[in-house]
């Protein structure tokens, strides 16, 4: 049979093939309807609502893959509102009331680099010529600083911060906290874990890692941590204890009068305020 | 046994679909940036393939030429395969969400991808388009050469992310770095591939 030969006329030929696509169409969406009737997928209205307040940034800082897999895990219950450090308090509330949990209290909080070394501080131990990764220079005897906590700065933290919050200059990793979303990418990819995350409104941090004690740091860095304890002392709200060479802040008591800036012999506890008091907003 | 061995050597190597026939550049060049996504994009495109295949074959053979349209052979596979992948989309969606996660965002990318068409055209008729020999072509034939131009396209897929991984350990000039060194990369395949051109079936 030919279906083009029925006629000879160019005009009904033209019309047959419009009829034979229009039939194939229709036939073709008949079967994709019926497809999509039968193989209907319930997608759970909570999720979607759940998806819809969290914020979006997909960094996997939770551990999920994406935004959609962490609000289906918190509908099952397999993961915490408070692994989510990216997501607002606002909406976090929303997303409690949805799941008909209690929102727990919690402070934003940013990312900072325990260290202050840079090139300038601290020099190489010797020749690194590899590929340029902090995980692969820190694979090699950890890293080629002259101190085993020091920053290498090579920009692994750089390269997964999702918010481009974060600057090396001279071999010295920086956060940017404005631009900080917390999400812990960077915490994850430090191969010298030194990124941790301390509350957005901390006055104080410690800008050293290193757990050794004073005479060794001193033979290495300038500005480590020599474990002298002075800030300890000096504090007088008590938020200052030493642990493993190392001030640890409890940022509940410190009040951010600064005295330990002042008499650290290092100047390694940086205040966090001289950045608050550039914005005429905050008077501290 | 000796057709067998001629169309699986075409379809892999000496007649690769993105090195020697270039079909199939926008997911070799967009998706070859880390091997997991590659290899789940080249299973994606060997299943549409050898499903296309599967569909179109008979249709081309039972019903386009008894009724003489074969002209509208292209439109018409266009049709077919897009709907298909639709279809297929919604059903891997229902019976196996896992399957779905790892590979539904690659499953609309590719509807009536040019080297899905591509198998979809080559098969039909006889073999001198496949193999150089005019042999009688069966669905058989037809969806062998489908599975293998798919398992040649994961190949190529897979070797080209390798090389994008390692290359990003590397210094790169500053024009040169991204984009521009995976063309050269991808030119230096496709010249290694020649090589099996000289394969004579």
């Known amino acids: 049979m030919n279906l083009l030969e029925i006629t000879n006329q160019t005009w009904i030929t033209v019309g047959i093939v419009a009829g034979i696509f229009a039939g194939t169409a229709l036939l073709i969406g008949i079967l994709i309807l019926v497809v999509g009737k039968v193989f209907k997928v319930n997608v759970d209205e909570k999720i979607t609502k759940i998806l819809n307040n969290l914020a979006g940034a997909n960094c996997g800082g939770c551990g999920c893959s994406g935004c959609s897999g962490f609000a289906s895990k918190l509908a099952n219950g397999g993961a915490e509102l408070s692994d989510c450090h990216v997501t607002s308090p606002e909406k976090k509330a929303e997303i409690a009331k949805l799941l008909g949990i209690e929102l727990k209290d919690e402070e934003p909080t940013v990312a900072v680099v325990h260290c202050n070394a840079g090139n300038q501080n601290c020099e190489d131990k010797f020749e690194y010529k590899g590929n340029p990764t902090c995980a692969s220079n820190a694979s090699l005897l950890g890293g080629n600083k002259a101190c085993s906590y020091a920053c290498l700065g090579c920009g692994d933290c750089k390269a997964v911060c999702p918010e481009n919050a974060i600057e090396v200059t001279d071999r010295l990793a920086k956060v940017d906290p404005d631009r900080c979303i917390s999400c812990g990418a960077c915490i994850t990819a430090c191969p010298k874990d030194i990124i941790d995350r301390i509350p957005a409104s901390a006055p104080i941090y410690v800008a050293c890692s290193s757990k050794c004690k004073g005479k060794d740091v001193m033979n290495v860095c300038k500005v480590g941590c020599i474990a002298c304890g002075i800030c300890a002392k000096v504090c007088p709200h008590g938020a200052i204890t030493m642990q493993d060479n190392l001030p640890v802040i409890d940022y509940t008591k410190c009040t951010g009068c600064l005295t330990c800036v002042e008499k650290c012999p290092r100047h390694i506890i940086i205040s966090r305020k001289v950045i608050a008091e550039e914005t005429p907003a905050e008077t501290a | ?201």
């Open chain 2, 1 to 201: 046994m000796g057709t067998f061995i001629a169309i699986v050597l075409a379809a892999v190597l000496t007649n690769n679909f993105i090195t020697a026939k270039t079909y199939g550049i926008c997911p070799f060049l967009g998706v070859s940036k880390k091997t997991s996504s590659a290899a789940g994009m080249g299973i994606a495109v060997t299943l549409v393939m050898v499903l296309a295949t599967l569909v179109t074959y008979p249709i081309y053979t039972y019903v386009m030429i008894p009724l003489k349209i074969e002209f509208l052979e292209i439109i018409f596979f266009i049709f077919i395969i897009a709907s298909l992948v639709q279809m297929l989309e919604k059903i891997i969606q229902k019976v196996s969400p896992t399957l779905y996660g790892a590979m539904g965002i690659y499953l609309p990318l590719i509807t009536t991808n040019c080297a899905v068409l591509g198998v979809t055209e080559l098969v039909i008729g006889d073999m001198s388009k496949i193999i150089g020999e005019a042999a009688t072509m069966n669905i058989g034939w037809a969806v062998l050469y489908a599975l293998f131009a798919g398992v040649g396209f994961t190949l190529v897929m897979i070797i080209m992310s390798g090389m994008r991984e390692k290359l990003n350990y590397y210094k790169m000039p500053k024009a040169l770095s991204g984009f521009p060194i995976a063309m050269v990369t991808a030119c230096f395949i496709c010249m290694a591939f020649m090589v099996f051109s000289y394969i004579s079936l």
